[in-house]
């Protein structure tokens, strides 16, 4: 009968513990720490030998490439070619525990039945060879995973598409290579996904992997229990100094006895992170079943300094080289007041804006008060503008939405005509939505903006109405898949675009918006230059295949344009190909488009979702 390893975890809550058929090397994926745990005993007190006579040794290591340094630099029996202490009896023994050792830990990487030679060649004078030889053989491969699940989960409708993302996303399907890591990092991120929030007691009912090295196959058997539902209890808030509990309390997006929603989790910590009270804050809800009907959220945070001044250099293919610079004070007047000037440069845009926030209120509500100067050389058209305005905010959603009334002053000049000078006191709201399956780096859901405004009549140099929308569709395809489907479109009512302050007309072109084409290209011609619309259509797809788990390539097609009359569509193509990773900041793109219009081929480069 062929030889079958079988490994078990039993009722491990949030946690794998596994028993020991293959000793704490095949439990690591690392090769550092899988030799550094044979030979250990030795290092600290070599043998005393009966008939010590040193002997020199040097080693030889043939095996794949891939393998080769990581045995030379793992292996602890490299580290003693330098002791002068070493014996043949004493070599023989560090020959055999690096083999058992090699055995291991290629067994943990999935090849169970590799061969590993290890010899001592006849010494010539004072020095031996130790020739190890490797042969990998066929690495095993999932053959089977069975994942199944038991508790309130079963029944409860949110539960129901979580088992749903658990299986779409489980790393190790049928045909993956099997690592011993691989294996204990899935069943981490399983557990992770099913319990984020809602299920805090979510624990590994059971885990089986069952190996069969003769045909290079594993059966994987995961069973998760959910544990009951957890509602939002009080909220228990620890390490302020500065600032009253409320500044806390009063961006917590849960209401008392609803379920805890995991994307609601870390959009609190965002937020919380985003008023510039905080360098960390950490979050813990007791996880104890008798306290599922109401359980504390015990918040820790780390405040701050009040004041900072950050630099940068930035780049883009858009706006090119540039520095901001930015000061924060959270705390004015010792209040919870926060002030933010912040200058912006670089060679199409110059901008100063200075907002003056009032401490969150109750439900995550506060005003903003701003100012800003913004100056603009963008193909051929030089804007300077100046804006006053007052906004109402309220952020408990994943995005802040707004009510807000502001005065637009700008100066125009456009290359071959005279400069325009304009004014509108703009009264506008904006609905910000975003059901998502991550805040940083999302794969599902949907992520979209919806505005709408207009000037108050007799206080503008042209009365107008505004609308503009903006959405992304995320739609993953399996585990290394993933479809965007991207839509914009936005209109200016009024009898002509003359009068209006251009940040209210419409260009497009660019790395969030239409590819192929320079920033802002696209418009409507005035002289030598392109000027602002009043209508914008936008569409795109893209597919997006990960080769690991951050780094992929993508195929896409944009389209659009931006125009003064509807009947002067004529529609801008750009499609390319790209590069994806998936950073701790958001997404990052780097993508080669050609625009059909021009017949040109762009490089853009871009960071994060644009909204």
Known sequence: MAPVLIQRDIAMRGRTRQSQP??????????????????????????????????????????????QKMLEEGLDLVRWQRDSRVTLPLL??????????????????????????A?????????????????????????????????????????????????QTWRLPPGEPFRQAEWDAAKLEALLRLGRGRYAAASIAESEARIEPEQTS????????????????????????????????????????????AIKLDLYQRRLLETGYFNAVHFAIDSDPAHAASAPLRVNVIE????????????????RLGFTTDYRNANIFDSAWRFRPRLSVNTKEQE?????????????????????????????QVTREAVVGYAHNWGLESTPSQVSLAAHFEHQSVAGSEGENS??????????????????????GVLGTFEVGSSVPGLSTRDFARARTRVNWLIPIGLRNDILVRGEAGVVLATSRLGIPSSFLFRTGGDQTLRGYAFESIGVPQGSAIVGGRYLALASIEYTRWVTDTIGGALFVDAGDAVDEISAFDVAVGYGIGLRWRSPVGPVRGDVA??????KVRLHFSVGFNF
């Not at 199944?148 to 979580?162: C, H, I, N, S, Y």
């Not at 509108?424 to 709201?429: I, K, Q, V």
């Open 22 to 67: 293959l000793s704490c090397f095949a439990r690591s994926a690392l090769f550092l720490a899988a030799f550094g745990c044979a030979g250990a005993t030795h290092a600290q007190e070599p043998p005393i030998l009966e008939e010590p006579a040193p002997l020199r040794f040097r080693i030889v290591i043939e095996a794949p490439k891939t393998y």
């Open 92 to 117: 023989q023994r560090l020959v055999d525990d690096a083999r058992k050792s090699a055995i291991e830990a290629f067994a943990a990487e999935g090849y169970f039945s590799a061969d590993v030679r």
């Open 119 to 167: 010899e001592i060649e006849t010494p010539r004078g004072s020095e031996a060879i130790v020739r190890i030889t490797v042969e990998l053989g066929s690495r095993t491969r999932v053959r089977e995973a069975d994942l199944r699940f038991r508790g309130p989960v079963l029944d409860d409708a949110e539960g129901r598409k979580r088992i749903d993302v658990v299986r």
């Open 218 to 261: 594993a059966y994987l058997k995961l069973q998760l229990d959910s544990g009951p539902v957890f509602h939002a209890g009080p909220t228990v808030v620890s390490g302020l100094r500065r600032y009253p509990p409320s500044v806390v309390e009063n961006l917590n997006p849960m209401h008392p006895g609803e379920p805890y929603d």
């Open 304 to 319: 701050a300094p009040s004041q900072r001044i950050d630099a940068g250099v930035t780049f883009s293919t858009d706006t």
């Open 352 to 380: 100063l804006n200075l907002s003056l926030d009032t401490p969150p209120r109750a439900r995550g509500v506060w005003d903003t008060y701003s100012t800003r100067f913004l100056r603009s050389d963008i193909e051929g």
């Open 423 to 444: 004014h509108a006191l703009f009264a506008g709201y904006r609905k910000t939505f975003r059901t998502t399956d991550d805040l940083v780096s999302p794969r599902r």
């Open 594 to 599: 050609y625009g059909e219009r021009t017949g």
